[in-house]
């Protein structure tokens, strides 16, 4: 006997409730949201091309290395060469300003997940269903309850993106040494100089492997949020797949592809646990200058 299960009818039935007793929550959730991915795109988008070329090229020098800003500096004037510059400064904004929501909530949400094993059980299921539905479905609820535009794409963006954060914060806090801790409690540390002074130095690079994923994930689901009108590089690649037009949607796609490899060294070189040569010494090498003087006789 097959017993019928009006799911989907269910479901409407809480779309509607919310929608007629959390409106306000709504619609302050959408100006927060509004405001800092509105400013932040025409932030990026205010910027001179040769000021962001610099920026990245030194951040580049100063924790990768001189072959990456070398990559950065020919990449992002592929990207000039191509007209893809404002699209791509929007995704940036987008980004970034999802990256930063998935982080106000993820980090402080793995805290919690790694001082309670009450808080993990119940959370860690949401996070495994986060995971595994399909990026297309976090549209549909974003454009219910927001709309088209800006806003329901970077919403859905900060709920994809953010389950790697809060995994990695809570793995990396659980797995801090017992006796880092310990030492840390005997020295007179309360629960919160423990937390700041110990475990989130320690649990440092599993935090940034969190963050650097949340990033790319974001970049990827800005992408796909341009079927909702969020803009930026996934403007192209949707025309490239609507139209047929596979040049511009090969231009959008390398577009994406040079923005995730510059995001992903810089953030991936800020879990590094050992500081790299100065920017001096590096620019010292690239120009064949030494240091070291024969000492004389």
Not at 112 to 119: E, G, N, P, R
Not at 177 to 197: D, H, I, M, R, T
Request: proline share 5%; with cysteine.
């Amino acid at each position: 006997m097959i017993v019928d299960l009006p799911i989907g009818d269910w479901f409407t039935l809480v779309v509607n409730f919310m929608q007629a007793h959390f409106d306000l929550f709504f619609s302050v959730v959408s100006s927060v949201i509004s405001f800092v991915a509105d400013n932040l795109t025409t932030f990026f988008n205010w910027l001179p091309a040769p000021v962001v070329f610099i920026a990245l090229a030194a951040l580049a020098l100063w924790r990768v290395g001189w072959q990456f800003t070398l990559f950065v500096l020919i990449a992002l004037y592929v990207v000039l060469g191509m007209d893809l510059w404002p699209a791509t400064m929007d995704t940036l904004g987008l980004v970034l300003a999802a990256t930063i929501a998935a982080l106000g909530i993820g980090l402080p949400l793995g805290v919690l997940m790694a001082k309670s094993d009450v808080v993990q059980a119940i959370v860690r299921p949401v996070l495994d269903f986060m995971q595994t539905l399909p990026a297309f479905v976090y549209l549909i609820p974003a454009v219910i309850f927001f709309g088209t535009g800006r806003v329901p794409g970077v919403i859905a963006t900060v709920i994809f993106s953010m389950p790697p954060v809060v995994r990695l914060m809570n793995v990396g806090i659980r797995y801090v040494p017992s006796e880092n801790v310990e030492a840390g409690k005997a020295f007179g540390c309360n629960g919160l100089q423990l937390l700041w002074k110990v475990e989130l130095p320690l649990a440092l690079p599993s935090i940034m492997a969190g963050i650097n994923q949340t990033i790319m994930l974001a970049l990827s689901m800005v992408v796909i949020a341009s079927m909702i009108g969020a803009g930026g590089l996934g403007d192209p690649v949707l025309a490239g797949i609507q139209q047929l037009r596979l040049g511009t949607g090969f231009q959008g796609g390398l577009g994406v592809v040079i923005l995730a490899i510059i995001l992903d060294r810089l953030t991936q070189s800020f879990g590094q646990r050992r500081r790299r040569a100065s920017v001096f010494s590096r620019l010292a090498k690239m120009f064949g200058s030494n240091s070291e003087r024969p000492s004389a006789g």
